[in-house]
């Protein structure tokens, strides 16, 4: 039994596996408050199973959000002596999304930047590494007919062509990744480099 989570966007997302079959899930869009909300979400999904492992979203996205669900997971590991892993959010975000050939996630980051990767549908594969830019910058780098996540208008609208979706990543669709987008360690991705950095030797 597997259970998968993701906190890394406005979504609270939990999702109950057995034999790679999503068996329960829960979605809400809550906005803040996912350190309140999550634990009791996972204890409604669970009602009493204890999973062998655990699957956590470790971003790109909310640097709130990201920390709460890794903090969360490790208790969790310990607790239960269950193996633990990270999943690509942005890889999530796409796969709840796929239709025809490629998909661009598109996610906003801070300073007014956009968490930008590209997917391949068929296999489902990254064919992008994850970028953090500007939308100016987003446009030229993503090329998808189809954007989604919270940052796809802005990019579609700087882009000036496409489809844009808001859309969340879903815990439910975790078992849509490729392996080694799901055995990512546990620990947060942030894509981009830290606001405060370690003042240099004088």
């Not at 009791?40 to 996205?61: S, T």
């Amino acid at each position: 039994m597997i259970l998968a989570f993701d906190t890394s966007s406005a979504a609270c997302s939990a999702a109950l596996f057995e034999d790679d079959e999503c068996v329960a899930r829960r979605d809400e869009l809550i906005g803040r408050g996912h350190s309140e909300r999550l634990v009791p979400m996972i204890a409604e999904l669970l009602d009493g199973k204890r999973p062998e492992r655990i699957l956590v979203g470790v971003g790109p996205g909310s640097f709130t959000g990201i920390r709460v669900a890794i903090a969360a997971a490790h208790g969790l590991s310990i607790g239960w002596g269950a193996d633990l892993s990270g999943m690509s959010s942005l890889a999530l975000l796409a796969a709840g999304a796929l239709r025809g050939s490629r998909v661009a996630a598109s996610v906003i980051g801070g300073h007014g930047e956009l968490f930008v990767q590209e997917f391949d549908a068929m296999p489902f594969e990254p064919v992008s590494e994850v970028r953090s830019l500007v939308p100016s910058q987003a446009a030229r780098f993503a090329t998808a007919p189809l954007v989604v996540g919270s940052g796809a208008a802005q990019l579609v609208e700087a882009r000036g062509w496409g489809e844009a979706l808001e859309a969340w990543p879903s815990a439910g669709d975790a078992m849509k990744l490729p392996g080694h987008l799901r055995t990512l360690p546990s620990k947060p991705v942030y894509a981009r480099a830290p606001d405060a950095r370690v003042p240099e030797a004088a």
